[in-house]
């Protein structure tokens, strides 16, 4: 079990989880959790600008989600940490359980009617 955060660490994970509360910045995630991705790809595999893509990227980075690679010319992105995955699929698996639930529920009214 987690012992208490301290105010400060409260701020930081807020802070982490605003970055992940931006569907944009998840369909980037998305992406990345296959392979590296330049900004023109993701951007082409969002269906966006490469002029949007850059600055969630950069925020991102700044918090750790996303490496950053220069090659050459070239920049490319993928997901800096395992745990931003296993975090993805926590949640994921949270909702999917949660939709069963209220599905179960919503077929159990259902024949009552």
Known sequence: MMKPMP???IDQVAS??????????????NL???REYNVGE?????????ANVP????LMTKHGIVAREERGTSVYFSIADQRVDDLCELVCGSIASRM?????????????L
């Open 16 to 29: 982490y989880f605003q970055v992940l509360s931006e569907p944009m910045r998840l369909r980037l995630l």
């Open 55 to 58: 600055r969630h990227l950069s």
């Open 32 to 34: 990345l959790r296959e």
């Open 7 to 9: 105010p400060q660490v």
């Open 100 to 112: 069963q639930a209220v599905s179960a529920v919503h077929d159990a009214l259902k024949t009552m």
């Open 42 to 50: 993701l951007a082409q595999a969002c269906g966006t600008t490469a």
